[in-house]
């Protein structure tokens, strides 16, 4: 059973982090969420932020992107710097909250698909760099962890998500070589689910078509995000043996680029039709479905930001009402 309603998935626009905590803490008190803004540069963005995280793998930024060092560099401590303020801003912010967090870090398979051997190809293509990476990764994760926990001793529920926006990729064999001219070999499922079960009741959150949902039922995951436009009938089948199974859903019901808003009953529909057609109880739905934007909203303009997440308050809201009611109309 989850307690939230509505949160965002992480990103915002712009270089002002006080301000994107503030409207986080203001338009979704019931799971605020530590912002990223990539806007800032080098080491503020997913891969960067989270490669900052890494024990004893330092990271360099080449003109291909980021690579393995052999010691920590300027590239490195930026990102260590970038998320020391935030943690910093969090403390202002958050100053007396009492309630769930969430935080957001870039998953192993996406990162590992993403960052370069020292002298090679990406982290993905050396089986025992993956391990090594991942190992890195959990530790890094837990201390950061650990670090909220005593700036923030008010949370309740420290809520880990993964972002793992290339894991389809992976587990398809589509992700480039660093050259570009080539494939990576496709990862084996059983590496891909003993490597999430390192960081234990995660939310993994995944905006690309062909979600592995039955992978993720089975790695034990606290909840999966995913978008609800991509959702395809041939996914409803897993969909609700992840729901069965009590893993919760994160669905994004909100475009993460400006555009007009509808009223919120239209926009809460994609959840409540996905929960009719799945058969389930609709008082039920409340306790199971999280209403997010699509993504990250670093795309869009600061306005449109915090309207998004307030349109996803708001559709929570008529969720929690009377859902019977609206999936009448």
């Known amino acids: 059973m989850l307690t939230w309603e ?95 967090l969430k935080l957001q870090v870039c998953g192993p398979w996406t990162l590992a698909g993403a960052i370069e051997l020292r002298h090679g190809d990406k982290v993905l293509s050396d089986p025992g760099a993956v391990r090594d990476l991942a190992a890195s990764l959990a530790q890094g994760v837990a201390d950061h962890c ?67 949902y039955a992978l993720l039922r089975r790695a034990g995951v606290r909840a999966v995000s995913t978008d609800a436009s991509l959702i395809r009938r041939r996914d409803e089948e897993p969909i609700g043996e992840l729901v069965e199974a009590g893993v919760g859903l994160f669905l994004g019901v909100v475009p993460a680029t400006d555009t007009r808003l509808p009223r919120s009953s239209a926009v809460a529909r994609p959840a409540l039709e996905l929960w009719r057609r799945l058969g389930f109880a609709p008082e039920e739905l409340a306790g199971k479905i999280v209403l997010t934007p699509a993504c990250g909203l670093a795309g869009a303009s600061p306005g449109y930001a915090r309207s998004a997440l307030a349109a996803c308050r708001k559709a929570a809201q008529v969720i929690k009402d009377d859902p019977a009611r609206d999936l009448q109309e």
């Open 6 to 100: 509505a949160t965002g998935v992480g990103s915002h626009p712009g270089d002002d982090h006080l301000e994107a905590l503030r409207v986080v803490f203001g338009e979704v008190p019931g799971l605020p969420y530590l912002p990223e803004l990539p806007a800032r540069g080098v080491g503020a963005d997913l891969v960067g932020r989270t490669a900052g995280l890494l024990v004893d793998l330092p990271v360099e930024v080449q003109p291909s992107g980021w690579r393995l060092a052999g010691r920590p560099g300027r590239d490195h401590q930026r990102a260590v710097d970038h998320l020391r303020r935030d943690l910093d801003g969090l403390e202002e912010v958050g100053d007396g909250y009492v309630g769930p």
């Open 146 to 212: 650990a670090e909220v926990r005593r700036r923030m001793p008010g949370v309740t529920d420290l809520v880990l998500q993964l972002d793992e926006p290339g894991l389809p990729g992976v587990l398809n064999g589509t992700v480039p070589t660093a050259s570009g001219f080539g494939r990576l070999l496709a990862a084996e499922e059983w590496r891909v689910e003993e490597s999430l079960r390192a960081f234990p009741d995660v939310v993994v959150h995944c905006c690309a078509p062909s979600v592995p």
